[in-house]
């Protein structure tokens, strides 16, 4: 079959991964897969000159200078606009499925004529965490006439139960049991927890500390490890002992002492980076039990290229 992605942008978040494992399986299965998406965003001038009054220049670099996105190291056919903007009908091949990965992409999926595939709209988030009017047009988005797949059953019923019934289906994302694996190896002591921290409140990072704390009411010696690119926006309860994102490693900053918290490079996990590598690693053989709210917070930072 010829199978074309809409996408937002290129870059190195979880949900592109996801496409980009996606596309490339397909392939491989013998389909006709591109992938077309707009070009980054670029930072205006006054943008650039406040980041670098605020010290923000690793940010400014960051959206300056990207790095190859999950789709660019997939190494499957890719077509970039030439600018942020909505897709058209001139900037696809005629195609037998057309899959949205956005709920703007979902948007312009609909304006496309029959000849451009049968639409389907991949739903990787509850996507209406930037307020406003956003809300209204994610919901609009949702109702369009489109088979709709969700990646878990939580998702699926939190997006229902705003909506009504939406004929979703629920594909869940699989596990690479080949990277995500770890030698068997004696039960760690002291016992040992963790999970994914970011910002975003939908993440859930604030859950999964209180989760760790009632834990602990039962097992006081209870290691908890968090991981994640963003320093805490609120305060972390309990002692931490907090490796800021921008440091070398193994120099950690005293907070507090029973949770760490370990920060990746601006742009994680690309390849050839030396730094991430080692933080996986160590954290891997800590024999650490990951943990995450039920949905999609297991995807909380930037994950790692297939291999």
Same mark, same amino acid.
Request: with cysteine.
């Given at each position: ?16 991964? #996801? ?16 992938? #077309? ?42 077509? #970039? ?171 950690? #900053? ?54």
């Amino acid at each position: 079959m010829r199978i074309t992605f809409l996408m937002p942008a290129d870059d190195l978040t979880g949900g592109n991964r #996801v496409v980009g494992m996606y596309a490339k399986h397909l392939r491989e299965r013998g389909h006709e897969v591109l992938v #077309v998406s707009n070009a980054p965003d670029r930072p205006s001038l006054r943008e650039h000159a406040r980041a670098l009054r605020d010290g923000r220049w690793r940010e400014v670099r960051a959206r300056r200078y990207p790095p190859p996105g999950h789709i660019a190291l997939s190494g499957v056919p890719h077509k #970039v606009l030439e600018r942020p903007r909505p897709m058209t009908a001139a900037d696809l091949p005629d195609a037998d499925v057309l899959i949205a990965t956005w709920w703007e992409t979902a948007v312009w999926m609909q304006q496309m004529p029959p000849s451009k595939g049968r639409k389907v709209h991949l739903v990787q988030g509850y996507e209406v965490w930037a307020g406003g009017d956003v809300k209204a047009r994610v919901h609009a988005a949702l109702r369009l006439p489109n088979r709709k797949i969700a990646i878990s059953a939580s998702l699926a019923r939190d997006i229902e139960a705003e909506l009504g019934d939406l004929v979703i289906t629920v594909v869940p994302n699989a596990v690479d049991l080949v990277q995500f694996d770890a030698p068997p190896r004696p039960r760690g002591e002291p016992p040992t927890v963790g999970f994914i921290y970011a910002h975003a409140q939908f993440k859930g990072a604030d859950i999964c500390i209180r989760a760790c704390e009632l834990a602990r009411r039962e097992l006081p010696g209870l290691r908890v490890l968090a991981f994640g690119g963003d320093l805490p926006s609120f305060r972390i309860p309990g002692c931490v002992d907090l490796l800021a994102s921008d440091a070398p490693l193994p120099r950690y #900053v005293a907070v507090s002492r029973q949770l760490l918290l370990v920060g990746p490079d601006t742009v994680p996990f690309a390849e050839g980076r030396p730094r991430a590598a080692r933080v996986l690693a160590e954290l891997k053989g800590r024999n650490a039990a990951f943990v995450a709210r039920a949905g999609d917070s297991i995807d909380l930072f930037e994950l790692p290229p297939p291999r």
